[in-house]
């Protein structure tokens, strides 16, 4: 079994800063690409950002220059620094990542349980 486990959300005035991180476990045998997503109240789930096992990383245009998509390869872990905190930010945000288990020959895209993040003031 895989799981992701977010922590970090909370809720942060507008200007604030917030810092997710997102831990793989389980039989893991090689993890791919990992990112970030967030659904707001009525919307569809969108992309944040992206980083490749290599650090390339993409940028969704509203968080470009704000947010800083990073990870840990010996930890299996992936963060999210985001700063400027805008009431728009306001979201459940989840993690993804694609592993290729310990069982399987293939890579498999799993997600975290979401983090809710709230900016107000």
């Known amino acids: 079994q895989v799981q992701l486990v977010e922590s970090g959300g909370g809720l942060v005035q507008p200007g604030g800063s917030l810092r997710l991180s997102c831990a793989a476990s389980?039989?893991?045998?090689?993890?791919?690409?990992m990112g970030w997503y967030r659904q707001a109240p009525g919307k569809q789930r969108e992309l944040v950002a992206t980083?490749?096992?290599?650090?390339?990383?993409k940028y969704a245009d509203s968080v470009k220059g704000r947010f800083t998509i990073s990870r840990d390869n010996a930890k299996n872990t992936e963060y999210l620094q985001m700063n400027s905190l805008k009431p728009e930010d306001t979201a459940v945000y989840y993690c993804?990542?694609?592993?290729?288990?310990?069982?399987?020959?293939?890579?498999?895209?799993?997600w975290g349980q979401g983090t809710q993040v709230t900016v107000s003031s």
């Open positions: 980083i490749t096992s290599g650090g390339s990383t």
């Open positions: 993804k990542a694609a592993v290729q288990p310990t069982t399987l020959w293939r890579f498999l895209d799993y």
């Open positions: 389980g039989s893991i045998l090689r993890l791919n690409d």
